[in-house]
């Protein structure tokens, strides 16, 4: 009987499942949805995060770019996997801190290197 009640719901995809475990953040949520549709082609920025996501190529090439232009700049931060929950994390997806008078100079440094940046404020 139990069933013919849950067959008419669909099944929970990754996002709703984020949304049950107790402890998720609605950012969480967000970054995981952000990364999980980024290819190794494109970044998002949230201004609003001062974050920075994208994904990593397999050799770590985009890591690599990102931390010589933050070096550039004087600044030395490592970019971090996107977590999910305390149970894991996306393991293609990652996120750096980015100040808004840093972004041309990283910008620039993606472009050549084959990136573009859209920014969006969720």
């Given at each position: 009987?139990?069933?013919?009640?849950?067959?008419?719901?669909?099944?929970?995809?990754?996002?709703?499942?984020?949304?049950m475990r107790p402890g998720v953040s609605r950012d969480r949520i967000l970054?995981?949805?952000?990364?999980?549709?980024?290819?190794?082609?494109?970044?998002?920025?949230?201004?609003?995060?001062?974050?920075?996501?994208?994904?990593?190529?397999?050799?770590?090439?985009?890591?690599?770019?990102?931390?010589?232009?933050?070096?550039?700049?004087?600044?030395?931060?490592?970019?971090?996997?996107?977590?999910?929950?305390?149970?894991?994390?996306?393991?293609?997806?990652?996120?750096?801190?980015?100040?808004?008078?840093?972004?041309?100079?990283?910008?620039?440094?993606?472009?050549?290197?084959?990136?573009?940046?859209?920014?969006?404020?969720?």
């Amino acid at each position: 009987m139990g069933d013919r009640v849950y067959s008419k719901f669909r099944g929970p995809e990754l996002v709703d499942i984020a949304n049950m475990r107790p402890g998720v953040s609605r950012d969480r949520i967000l970054e995981a949805w952000l990364v999980n549709r980024l290819s190794i082609h494109e970044a998002v920025y949230r201004p609003s995060k001062n974050q920075l996501y994208f994904c990593d190529t397999v050799k770590g090439e985009t890591g690599a770019v990102l931390n010589r232009a933050l070096a550039s700049l004087g600044a030395k931060r490592p970019s971090q996997r996107v977590q999910v929950d305390s149970l894991g994390a996306i393991y293609v997806g990652a996120k750096v801190e980015l100040f808004p008078e840093e972004l041309p100079v990283v910008a620039a440094a993606l472009k050549l290197s084959g990136l573009k940046i859209a920014t969006i404020d969720l």
